[in-house]
């Protein structure tokens, strides 16, 4: 059975920078307030012309040109939203639009525990055998969604996008383990109101009415910290391995303290955890895929390192996984490009003739 090692990465996010000092002007809050309960010290936000394609396309584009690929040599997109920009099109039809070729695109719909489930998603396509090349994009912009007078909310979120490239290898990289779960009687702790069928009665009295999130973050938080441990630890006994075999921790970035907690479950040390929370806050779909991409590009990550990916969200939902970095027995992009030049004038030769 084949696996599916992460060859390239990338991500995105917007230039305007929103800092605790602006919320300050903006609700009452502080920004010792903000540290000390979640770890953020600023987010980033779309602008005007700026969107969830924007973003995903320039993280799948870097991703791409990081493993040496066209667009034209994926199989598939499979991209994690909970903020696509159109109700009707898939986001991932939306972005394979942008950069051509004529993948197969579908979305999977988990809120900030999408990245990971995709992941899940795209590997086994990889592992069966139908596939060899897939690109997974995680991304949001939940800043559109959110009640900047709430400061229970306001403070929380950022946008952005990360998206990996995976590619068949029989070398043992990739997605060695997968835990995935959901209880979804607590959908009513983390969700926005005012869509499809669940649009209250008394939004049609008012014209200028907007969804906002709504978050029961009691309830959230004790959720969470359960979740993000237990589920960790599960993704590293169903991979055959023990904690000490973990190099590394990239976890959904929430909020600090759970954080923590999924790291002491793990009894890891905090040099073995990614936190990048105090300049992205919680970007949703997009946290782990972005700290996974700062993590590679700062030289953290090694061949045969063993990485474990986790996160929650909405639904309640949440996703782990262990990753085993590396790109060994991946045939290099020279290589099949040599093949397909060769093919191409054996070709053109006996059409001559």
Known sequence: MPHAAITGWGKAVPERILTNADLEKMVETSDEWITSRTGIRERRVVGQHETTTSLATSAARMALERAGRTPDELDLVVVATATPDDFLVSEACLVQGELGGTAGAFDVGAACAGFVSALSVGSQFVNAGVYKRVLVVGVDTLTRY????????????????????????????????????????????????????????????????RPYLQMNGSQVYRFAVQVMGDSAAESVHKAGLTFGDIDMLIPHQANLRIIDAAARRLE?????????????????????????????????????????????????????????????????????????????VTTGEESDE
């Open 146 to 209: 959110v009640d900047f007078t709430d400061r229970s909310t306001c403070v929380l979120f950022g946008d952005g996008a990360g998206a990996v490239v995976i590619e068949a290898t029989e070398e043992k990289r990739g997605l060695l383990s997968t835990v995935l779960g959901a209880d979804g009687a607590g959908h009513k702790h983390l969700f926005v109101p005012g869509w499809g069928a669940l649009v209250p009665e008394s939004a049609g009295l008012f014209p200028e009415y």
């Open 268 to 344: 890891l040390p905090r040099e073995k955890v990614w936190v990048n929370i105090d300049r992205y806050g919680n970007t949703s779909a997009a946290s782990v895929p972005i700290a996974l991409c700062e993590a590679a590009d700062s030289g953290a990550l090694h061949e045969g390192d063993n990485v474990v990916l986790v996160a929650f969200g909405a639904g309640l939902a949440w996703a782990a996984g262990v990753v085993r970095w590396g790109t060994a027995g991946v045939e290099p992009p020279c290589c099949q490009a040599r093949e397909r030049t060769t093919a191409g």
